[in-house]
């Protein structure tokens, strides 16, 4: 992670200023009513448009889905020139994600306003390890950035986890509310799950239990 690189956490945010509208969540395959949820692919995608299907299509709040192609930029799919374009230099972090061994990702956002938000990342990598470094030096970089609290060993949640909480962001964050964002190394996969809401509390029971979700849709580790 390159010095100063504003968080990708920190972006969903700054789209809540530009969303022209919310919509109704459709088309949802979790476990809902007492209706199975498919059994994840035990294949590794090999692009991004495989990783979608992996991703989790609902959250556990029940906020609406905001659609990928209304946000600015959108969200959806991810390759490595899309993530580098959000560093302030991103020739450089185009490098630092070359050697982490970056391969595609996707994103997916809800929400029902400024202060009120849910978001997923999912992002593929050559191998375990350069996942694994990722999304640690993701939620270092996102502690030191927020000036939060951040548990590199959260209770109940696999060791690869990092929970980070932001109480109180302050006039000048990109972060509207109480906030709680989370990054698990998973195999070949870097899994972020970020929640504005409420409270600390109301974000952290978001945020574990679509992390939990997540991590359970992908291929075996």
């Known amino acids: ?27 949802c395959t979790r476990a809902v009513d007492g209706l199975p949820e498919a059994a994840p692919s035990t294949a590794l995608p090999e692009s991004a448009a495989e990783l979608e299907d992996l991703l989790v299509t609902a959250v556990a709040s029940g906020l609406p ?3 990928d192609d209304e946000l600015d930029p959108p969200a959806g ?14 020739a ?10 970056y391969r595609f990702g996707w994103e997916r956002f809800w929400g029902e306003g400024p202060t009120v938000l849910t978001a997923v990342f999912v992002d593929q990598f050559e191998t ?20 939060g609290v951040l548990d590199e ?32 190394g998973s195999g070949v996969f870097s899994v972020g799950v970020t929640a504005v809401a409420a409270s600390v509390d109301v974000a952290e029971d978001e945020v574990r239990a679509v992390l939990i979700e997540q991590l359970d849709r992908l291929p075996p580790r």
């Open 1 to 27: 992670m390159s010095p100063g690189r504003l968080p990708r956490s920190g972006r969903e945010v700054v789209l809540l200023a530009v969303l022209p509208l919310l919509v109704s969540l459709t088309g």
């Open 65 to 67: 889905r905001l659609p």
């Open 153 to 184: 060993e959260p209770l109940d949640l696999p060791a690869t986890c990092a929970l980070l909480s932001v109480a109180d962001p302050g006039p000048d964050s990109t972060l509207t509310g109480p906030a709680v964002l989370a990054w698990c």
């Open 77 to 90: 799919e991810k390759q490595l020139e899309d993530v580098a374009a959000y560093a302030a230099d991103p």
């Open 128 to 147: 375990r390890a350069g996942a694994g470094a990722y999304a640690t030096d993701l939620a270092r970089n996102d502690a030191e950035h927020y000036d």
């Open 92 to 101: 450089r972090e185009l490098q630092v994600l070359e050697d982490y061994g």
